[in-house]
């Protein structure tokens, strides 16, 4: 009568071949992870951005707004700081004030700062950093990569 069942050496070569496919597949995860998260952040401040023109079209100025709540202006209720569906699960914290130089009459950038103790403080985004769309189409990033921009 044979044993049935898996030797050693066998459950050990299954166990080498999975950590092989592990490690290749977690960094691509990973990387994917970031860049979905940081096309919530994109997509947040592109949503920002409208209603700020749509504000500006109305009143002729821009809005400032931030997670402090001390905007002054109550069409500022209509943004949000955060770039997902609540707070504590997005994973920027999104801010608006007038363009260095000029006056929220003139000009607007919206910033989406990644990780603050606001939002998600695990996420980072070394690649981009802190992205920032300004009123005139601008669209920037604090990171050292090219490319964090559609």
């Known amino acids: 009568m044979r044993a049935r069942g898996f030797s050693l050496t066998e459950v050990l070569v299954v166990l080498a071949i999975v950590g092989i496919l592990a490690s290749v597949a977690y960094p691509s995860y990973a990387g994917y992870v970031i860049r979905a998260r940081r096309t919530e952040g994109q ?20 809005l400032a707004f931030s997670r402090d709540g001390d905007d002054t202006d109550a069409g500022a209720a ?30 607007v950038v919206l910033r989406a700062i990644p990780g603050t103790r606001a939002v998600d403080p695990a996420f980072r985004d070394p690649e981009c950093g802190t992205l920032s769309l ?17």
């Open 78 to 107: 209509q943004l949000h700081w955060y770039s997902g569906a609540s707070a504590d699960k997005s994973a920027y914290e999104i801010q608006a004030a007038a363009c260095e130089g000029g006056t929220l009459r003139q000009c």
């Open 134 to 150: 300004h009123s005139s189409g601008e669209r920037t990033a604090s990171g050292p990569a090219n490319g964090c921009w559609p």
């Open 43 to 62: 997509l947040a401040l592109i949503d920002a951005m409208q209603k700020e023109e749509r504000y500006y079209s109305q009143h002729n100025t821009y």
